[in-house]
């Protein structure tokens, strides 16, 4: 109910905003205010990532060897009995010393308990951990689960379809030292890139959130957690009081609790965990929902908390507050041309004018889909090194990706969290569907080539009683 009062008053506060600045000032002028403030903001964090980036050149942060903390590698998996054998016979491959492997079965429908439990059965250092059927549902409670269970000082997320390369705690583990650092993020990666059209601009959008997790991380602004590739002290866990059971985000909530109470969250560029990209629409737009939802409620839920903090950093707030316009751009922007529409057909104006009354809106749609443009073309040049030419195609059709994509999305959650009641919806990604379509294909030249066996029996056969 607070989520959704909150929002009526914020989108009631932007309606009466836009009204009164329709009928005295042309709103391009807020428009090109809110952009320049974004785009000021961004060449911010470009020129601090390159003067941290100097800095580190000349003087390399001392990494003390000594830091090993014991840690405890989270793999919840429901309904993952295709993928996640390789999972954790991926990460059994780390050259760290010290860390166990919690493979927690949720309420799975398949094979998988069975895989699990199999997997425990064979590697010493895994730990298999099987929920009830009638356990509460969600990331977050599976996590909490296998919190009370695991020894670890330092607690490490992965999904199900995760891959690492052997030095991946080797290099995220010294992040987490500092005594103000409360969890570090790996860059994350699509896997099968390369399959279609939706894992290619998947791949790019991780990109582009590569390129804004570094400036923000440059200067010690509000750096989120990803879910997968998450390393996290436990007594910072403990401080929050561990994984929110009423977010459908685990991650996102959890950053922004962690910053709240005043702890640090890093970002490790030069660490990857890989995962597979979604290569069907409907499931990409139920991932997208549960993502959109759940960042838009925790900056409901949080928001006060965050205004007020005490222990919360002035630059980690005013980050927040610069990316939450992200979330306001769309609805100014579907208001205004809302408005615009309202006012023809109020004023009785020749509907061939609307043209004339609308190009504001289109300027500034055109405008902030060349941000998103420049802002995707510069990480893929600078993070995948692609040429010229093939950054400029990718960022294109990525940019238009994400604009049909964030947009009528917006709209459609903030219309259920203002008429629907909160559901723990969360919408499963579906795992090995590569490894499916690859199953699908062969299984089809199979059949083929027995058709053909079966033909070609036949002309022999026949062949033999022509000659008999």
Same mark, same amino acid.
């Given at each position: ?60 942060? /001392?990494?003390?060897?000594?830091? #090993?903390?014991?840690?405890? /590698? ?68 599976? %996590? ?10 330092? /607690? =490490? ?13 080797? #290099? ?39 390129? %804004? ?13 990803? !879910? ?105 922007? &579907? ?16 509907? =061939? ?17 060349? !941000? ?16 010229? &030419? ?11 990706? &994400? ?11 903030? !219309?259920?969290? =203002?008429?629907? #009641? ?5 919408? #499963?990604?579906?795992? !090995? ?36």
């Amino acid at each position: 109910m607070r989520e959704r009062f909150l929002l009526f008053i914020i989108l009631s506060c932007l309606g009466v905003f836009l009204y009164i600045f329709q009928n005295h000032v042309n709103t391009i002028a807020g428009f090109i205010i809110l952009c320049a403030c974004m785009v000021v903001y961004g060449l911010y964090s470009i020129v601090a990532t390159k003067y941290q980036t100097r800095k580190l050149k000349k003087n390399p942060p /001392i990494i003390n060897e000594g830091f #090993k903390p014991f840690v405890s /590698i989270m793999i919840p998996a429901h309904n993952e009995e295709c993928v996640i054998t390789n999972t954790v016979e991926n990460v059994l491959n780390l050259d760290y010393p010290n860390f166990e492997i919690i493979v927690i079965d949720d309420r799975s429908s398949d094979n998988t308990s069975n895989v699990i439990n199999s997997l425990a059965s064979k590697y010493e250092n895994v730990i298999a951990l099987i929920r009830e059927s009638s356990a509460f549902p969600g990331k977050s409670a599976v %996590l909490n689960d296998a919190l009370k269970i695991a020894k670890g000082d330092a /607690i =490490l997320v992965l999904d199900a379809d995760a891959t690492i390369e052997p030095d991946f705690l080797s #290099k995220l583990v010294p992040r987490l030292e500092p005594a103000d650092v409360g969890a570090v993020q790996a860059r994350k990666i699509i896997r099968n890139k390369d399959v279609n059209f939706l894992t290619r601009c998947q791949n790019n959008e991780y990109t582009m959130d590569t390129q %804004l997790q570094v400036g923000r991380d440059s200067i010690k602004g509000a750096v989120e957690l990803r !879910g997968n590739g998450e390393l996290i002290k436990r007594t910072a866990l403990e401080d929050i009081g561990g994984w929110n059971n009423y977010t459908i985000t685990d991650d996102l909530d959890m950053s922004t609790r962690l910053h709240i109470k005043g702890w640090d969250v890093r970002f490790c560029e030069d660490t990857c965990v890989y995962e597979e990209g979604i290569i069907y629409l409907l499931p990409l737009f139920r991932q997208r929902r549960r993502w959109l939802e759940g960042t838009i409620r925790r900056y409901l839920e949080y928001s006060w908390q965050a205004m007020w903090s005490k222990k919360m950093s002035l630059r980690a707030q005013f980050d927040m507050a610069m990316y939450i316009t992200e979330f306001i751009m769309p609805m100014w922007f &579907m208001m205004e041309v809302i408005f615009r529409i309202l006012k023809l057909l109020t004023d009785k104006v020749d509907p =061939l004018s609307l043209h004339n009354v609308l190009w504001s809106s289109l300027i500034v749609s055109a405008v902030v889909g060349f !941000g998103f443009f420049m802002t995707i073309r510069y990480s893929l040049r600078k993070y995948d090194n692609l040429p010229r &030419m093939s950054a400029f195609i990718q960022a294109l059709e990525t940019t238009l990706y &994400m604009l049909i994509i964030w947009f009528p999305m917006e709209i459609f959650i903030c !219309g259920k969290i =203002l008429f629907c #009641k909160k559901d723990m919806n969360w919408g #499963k990604t579906a795992h !090995g569907l590569v490894r499916e379509e690859k199953q699908k294909i062969k299984d089809r030249i199979n059949k083929e080539i027995q058709k053909l066996q079966n033909r070609i029996q036949e002309v022999q056969e026949r062949l033999q009683e022509v000659l008999k």
